[in-house]
């Protein structure tokens, strides 16, 4: 059976298989974990998720053999390491891209996760939603969310240690915007 609906949670929650369209046309098909986790544009990663996937452009940078990110607006040679990225077709050294990822995905330090990326914040603005809290931090001249529990100790102007897992990252051409 076959169900339209222009609610992304609905079809999150109900549906065994989505089909994530823009303009009549298909851009994705797959289970809801599958476009979630593994968008394979930019319109779908942007189009999935409350709130939105975060969204950095920068430079894809090969230093030997380990490939990285360069935020457009980065200080100090600060790169992202992408050495734990499946990329489905490399980029190009000095290609444009864009890296995604989920608020969720920043958070606590935890020494389980085997690829995180230490970074200290100051929150902009914070929302409490029940639960958890959504906080703003401005990240190399961008506007970033990161999902944090309720009980992390948060406050305006603060700088608080968290990491983001790099193992939940997606990588997109600027140019085509599709997943790479």
Known sequence: MIYVTHDQVEAMSLATRIAVMNEGIIQQIGTPQEIYEKPNSVFVADFIGSPAINLIQGTFSKDGTAPNFIPEQQKDNFKISLSGYSF?????????????????HINLPD????????????????????????????????????????????ELGKPISLSLDLSEISIFDRASTMRI
């Open 111 to 154: 020494a389980s996760l085997k690829s995180q990326l230490p970074v200290e914040l100051k929150p902009s603005m914070i929302e409490l939603t029940g639960y958890e809290k959504e906080v703003s931090f401005e990240f190399y001249g961008n506007e970033i969310t990161g999902r944090l529990p309720r009980h992390i100790d948060t």
């Open 88 to 104: 489905d077709s490399e980029p190009k050294d000095g290609q444009e891209i864009i890296f995604g990822f989920r608020p969720e």
